[in-house]
Structure formats: structure tokens, C-alpha cells
């Protein structure tokens, strides 16, 4: 059984730090590309961000996550990363971990607020 | 402003066909096709049909999606009322290095 678990989220001020994990089991992490995709309240889907299976040092981000989120992953541990700093009141949404198209978790809520 | 188009909504009766159209442009659809996602509200979004046409174990044949030039476009036949949700399309885009997602496009079943 796929499974892909999100943790880390929160409420946290403008300005502050989160990290999110992803934990993941029952497919090939270690070849797979992985993104955080994000959904703000009421809107859309947005991706954010992806890290490559092969190669680990091929990652992308969205123009505003680039400078203040990091993707990284664990293939040890099977798990991704999203460091995100310099949090803003838009960076507020439900995260979700992906193997796009296929494997999706359930998604945790980052609460950027005073 | 998302960089595939999709209607904001469609709707028909239960038992009537929807077609859902997700407008790109050459360096994303042109060149990668698309995928589709349902989202039901407050749940995470599954998908539907990838890139390759195929759909995953347990989706039903209702569900299919064609490609021509730029555009994809899902197809719903035979609608039930399970089928009410949001639908996105998402691909690679080359020229943006980014995923990119439709605006969404949320079905009503009349």
C-alpha cells in the first residue's frame, strides 16, 4: 500500500520558519520525483516545489518559494523536506506531498499569521 | 492568472456527458499533454488520467481525456452525483521549469 504522510505544520507569525516532512512507504522513493504542491484556502491548486529521484541535485521551485523554501530528501529514510523561511501570510494553504501525477498524501495546514 | 485554462464550471443532468477543456500552450501541454485530478472538497486531489492517457486501477472508463494541439480535454459520461468535485489539469511546463495546474473547473450534477 502506498502511503504518503505529511508533518510539520502549524501556526506560525509572518516571518518564522516551518519544516514539513513526508514520510512515505510502498513505492521506489529513491527514483522518484517528489514535489510539495500547495492550496490555499478556497483557491486552486499550486505547485511549489520538486526534487528529482535520480538526481538529487535537480530541484525547482515556483518564483516565490526560491530564497526562502528548500526541498530536500532522505532516500535512506524514504522522506522529503520542505524547509520554509521567511514565512508571508500568502504562504497559508494546505501542503501536500507528491509524486506527481500518481501518489498523494492528505495534506497538512501552514497557518501564517500574528 | 493560471497558465492553463480551464471553465470555472459545467454541469448536467445525472446520467448526461460534461466535457471539461484545459487550454495550454506549446511548451506545456503542446509538448507533455496533461494530466486530470478530481478533488472532492476538503480531500486530497487523486488523479484521474495522467499524461499517457491511462487511468489508474479503479478509476472508471467514464472518465476519459483527449488531446489536440495545445488543448486536453476530460470527458465525464454517464454522470452521478459522486462525480460533483473540482477537476484540475496539471503538466510540466519546459519554458517555466515549473508544474503548472489549471484554475479548476468544478462539475455540478443538476
Known amino acids: 500500500e502506498v502511503r504518503l504522510v505529511e508533518s510539520g505544520g502549524g501556526l506560525v507569525q509572518p516571518g518564522g520558519s516551518l519544516r514539513l516532512s513526508c514520510a512515505t512507504s510502498?513505492?521506489?522513493?529513491?527514483?522518484?520525483?517528489m514535489s510539495w504542491v500547495r492550496q490555499a484556502p478556497g483557491e486552486g491548486l499550486e505547485w511549489v516545489s520538486v526534487s528529482s529521484g535520480r538526481n538529487a541535485g535537480r530541484t525547482h521551485y515556483i518564483d516565490s518559494a526560491k530564497g526562502r523554501f528548500t526541498i530536500s530528501r532522505d532516500n535512506s529514510k524514504k522522506t522529503l523536506y520542505l524547509q520554509m523561511n521567511s514565512l508571508r501570510d500568502e504562504d497559508t494553504a494546505v501542503y501536500y506531498c507528491?509524486?506527481?501525477?500518481?501518489?498523494w498524501g492528505q495534506g497538512i495546514l501552514v497557518t501564517v499569521a500574528s | 492568472q493560471s497558465v492553463l485554462t480551464q471553465p470555472p464550471s459545467v454541469s448536467a443532468a445525472p446520467g448526461q456527458k460534461v466535457s471539461i477543456s484545459c487550454s495550454g500552450s506549446?511548451?506545456?501541454?503542446?509538448?507533455?499533454?496533461a494530466s486530470w485530478y478530481q478533488q472532492v472538497p476538503g480531500t486530497a486531489p487523486k488523479l484521474l488520467i495522467d499524461?499517457?492517457?491511462n487511468r489508474p486501477s479503479g478509476i472508471p472508463d467514464r472518465f476519459s481525456g483527449s488531446k489536440s494541439g495545445t488543448s486536453v480535454t476530460l470527458v465525464i459520461t454517464g454522470l452521478q452525483t459522486g462525480d460533483e468535485a473540482d477537476y484540475y489539469c496539471g503538466t510540466w511546463d519546459d519554458s517555466l521549469s515549473i508544474y503548472v495546474f489549471g484554475s479548476g473547473t468544478k462539475v455540478a450534477v443538476l
Open positions: 507528491a509524486r506527481v501525477p500518481d501518489h
Open positions: 499524461e499517457r492517457y
Open positions: 506549446s511548451s506545456n501541454i503542446g509538448r507533455n499533454s
Open positions: 510502498g513505492f521506489d522513493f529513491g527514483q522518484s520525483e
